[in-house]
């Protein structure tokens, strides 16, 4: 028996049986509609587990024995139950879709009837094998694609072969089992993105199929390819209890809710698999405000570096005016007394001998200067030696065995106490109110293990919790201040997911502080975020000469613009061309804003000395080039969806480019890009 559910650019294709769970054997539109498959949905609990026994989430017990019960559907949502009677659970699957975006958003919901009560251990918001029957491939076809990430070095994206990623070729009729390999990804603690990325792809190694997916959450979560007698099997899911210490104990009237997973499907290879997650991406956003994208001039990066005084700002606020900015941003220090003050922070009042005239003078000159004044907050965070850390009730914080989380010198505030809320919602009400703020860069630098067991949960619950419980508190600020804008940091891009930016409207992409080493950051953002989400750092400075100056402005033109740079030292020329950049990427917007990302260079793999990265839009299509030091003069650009066009080249940024050479060969869809100089540069160019 099946169930079939589509939104037009993709369709999903459910099989069941009475003895059997139901699976997902298919989301291609117009593909198969049987085939081998997996439990829809695993469940790891106390006192049932797996069989045979493994590390993974496959094979668990209760996924086996859960039967199908119904289903409901609408044009935009299905919801699929299944019950298990050895247990009690009811486990709900949910697919949220909108038309024409070949992807859907889906998260696993468990309730337990009658009066007995399960701990459950870990529960997966996805699990399928349809990729193989979809791709009409076998796992020896396959290929992985995964990401690393890291302070200032993010987004380093792998494609390796499926076997060859941990999926080990064995003879599962001599052995009575399939092999119990697996390739797995996890994220620990609440950088969600501190040392892999939530996103993934199965590809056909011929690029004629793919399947994609993000995990959208904020905190911990896990993911893993791996063989069953039924097939390879991708399996998706938050925390669990091997990795995470997370558990729940489930009972009637009060169930769990696993953490939403985005899956999409296309045919192509990995280029078409990231646009794909772009669509999906633009089509959950929860906020849909600023569609103006405005371009903020930050103060930190390798400008005041933490070091604000009204002295300072007055120059660089003129100067960032003048040459295009919309909002100002004061990072990081203006809170500062005595430049002490990583570990005091808390109360985020403005510095009395920072600011002698008033924050307000800053604030003020800020508007009177056209823009919208900004700050930056860490609001998650309190000092060891902050009069706060002694003023707020102890289960405000984190704690541990009665101990509060330390790290870094900070406490961390757990966002499910009422004290804790109110105290940030103080902060951001009291900046708002006072000083006009429109603009809050969301800082987040610290990690606070494996959570709390406040409330005698898990660990990994608590941090579950809180992880939720600040997704609450940030929506509440959106719905009190509707034209307040956030920016999603930790540490640069240390919780880059969409359960933030969702919400938020710009993500930092690095703290890389050398412009050399920012452009494969740069190029890869997109395959995380949207474009017009993607703040790369444009730090250009007086020192630096015109070809200088020009790659790192480069940097940013095709994501957001995200200024700094000590403009107030410039002279005119230098000044002019910053403007020169910023105004070119204001004209670009509304198509940076409808785009889908490419990599004629490839995404995965890239080590070499030539940087590209590129954005289709309707009509045109872009690409930021860089050539890094040591690069050949020459590099062969393959742009495939523009194969046999006459295509038009000319360099949108720097205008004037005479170093700069470029031929298109139209039979193989090849931009060749010379660059005649003997420095490292940068152009943006436009493909029409």
């Not at 459910?14 to 509609?33: K, M, Q, Y």
């Not at 004061?330 to 809170?335: F, K, L, N, R, S």
């Not at 309190?382 to 704690?399: N, T």
Request: aromatic share 8%; proline share 6%; with cysteine.
């Amino acid at each position: 028996m099946t169930v079939t559910w589509s939104t037009g650019a993709i369709r999903l294709v459910f099989a069941h049986a009475e003895d059997r769970p139901v699976s997902l054997v298919s989301l291609r539109p117009g593909g198969p509609t049987e085939g081998a498959g997996v439990p829809l949905v695993e469940v790891q609990a106390l006192g049932h587990g797996r069989f045979p026994g493994s590390h993974r989430y496959a094979d668990t017990t209760i996924g086996a024995r859960l039967r199908y019960r119904s289903h409901v559907a609408s044009v935009d949502e299905l919801r699929i139950v299944q019950h298990d009677p050895v247990s009690g659970l009811v486990v709900t699957s949910a697919f949220q879709g909108v038309a024409g975006v070949p992807a859907v958003r889906t998260w696993t919901q468990v309730d337990v009837e009658g009066e007995g009560s399960v701990c459950l251990q870990a529960v997966t918001s996805l699990s399928t094998g349809a990729f193989l029957v979809d791709a009409g491939r076998s796992v020896d076809e396959l290929d992985l694609v995964h990401g690393d990430s890291d302070w200032v070095a993010e987004s380093r994206w792998h494609r390796t072969p499926l076997r060859e990623a941990g999926l080990v070729s064995m003879d599962p009729t001599v052995h009575h089992h399939a092999s119990r390999s697996r390739f797995a990804l996890t994220s620990r603690s609440s950088w969600s993105t501190g040392e892999h990325l939530p996103c993934g792809v199965l590809v056909a190694r011929d690029d004629s199929w793919a399947l994609a997916w993000q995990v959208e959450h904020n905190g911990a979560w896990h993911w893993e390819v791996g063989e069953t007698v039924a097939g390879a099997y991708v399996a998706v899911l938050g925390p669990a209890d091997a990795e995470h210490q997370w558990s729940r104990v489930v009972s009637a009237g009060d169930g769990f809710t696993t953490v939403p997973v985005s899956v999409a499907v296309v045919e192509g290879g990995v280029d078409e698999a990231f646009g794909a997650l772009t669509r999906q991406r633009r089509a959950t956003l929860r906020n849909r405000r600023a569609l103006e994208l405005p371009v903020i001039f930050n103060d930190y990066m390798n400008t005041l570096m933490g070091d604000p005084t009204t002295e300072k700002l007055l120059p660089l606020i003129d100067a960032a005016a003048e040459v295009g900015a919309d909002y100002f941003c004061v990072d990081a220090g203006w809170y500062d007394e005595d430049g002490k003050w990583w570990d005091s922070v808390g109360e985020w009042r403005p510095s009395r001998t920072r600011f002698p005239g008033g924050f307000g003078e800053v604030t003020d000159r800020i508007r009177e200067r056209g823009m919208v004044p900004g700050i930056w907050l860490e609001p998650e965070v309190v000092g060891v030696r902050s009069a706060l850390a002694r003023s707020l009730p102890g289960e405000a914080f984190f704690q541990r065995q009665g101990a509060r989380v330390g790290e870094h010198g900070r406490f961390h505030l757990d966002f499910r106490h009422p004290a804790a809320v109110r105290h940030v919602d103080e902060v951001v009400d009291r900046l708002v109110g006072e000083f006009g703020v429109g603009y809050i860069k969301l800082d987040y630098n610290i990690m606070p293990g494996a959570g709390t067991d406040v409330g005698g949960v898990a660990p990994g619950e608590g941090l579950l919790g809180h992880n939720r419980a600040h997704l609450a508190w940030l929506d509440a600020v959106l719905a009190r201040h509707p034209d307040l804008l956030l920016e999603n940091c930790a540490s640069g891009a240390m919780r880059m997911d969409y359960a933030m930016l969702s919400r938020l409207h710009l993500q930092s992409t690095s703290d890389q502080q050398n412009p050399l080493l920012y452009p494969p950051i740069a190029a890869a953002a997109p395959a995380s975020v949207l474009p017009e989400q993607a703040g790369n750092w444009a730090y250009a400075q007086p020192g630096m000469t015109p070809s200088e100056a020009a790659f790192t402005l480069a940097t940013g033109v095709l994501g957001r613009l995200y200024l700094a740079g000590r403009v107030d030292l410039m002279d005119a020329a230098q000044r002019a061309l910053v403007r020169e950049a910023v105004t070119v990427h204001k004209g670009l917007r509304p198509e940076i804003a409808a785009s889908v990302p490419f990599w004629p260079l490839g995404l995965t793999n890239r080590t070499g000395p030539w940087v590209a990265q590129g954005l289709r839009a309707a009509a045109n299509s872009y690409l930021t080039v860089w050539r890094l030091p040591d690069a050949p003069p020459s590099v062969d650009l393959p742009v495939p969806h523009l194969r046999g066009q006459d295509v038009t080249v000319a360099p949108v940024f720097p205008a004037g480019s005479p170093e700069w050479a470029f031929e298109w060969h139209a039979a193989g869809g090849v931009l060749r890009a010379t660059y005649r100089g003997a420095h490292p540069s940068a152009v943006v160019v436009r493909l029409a």
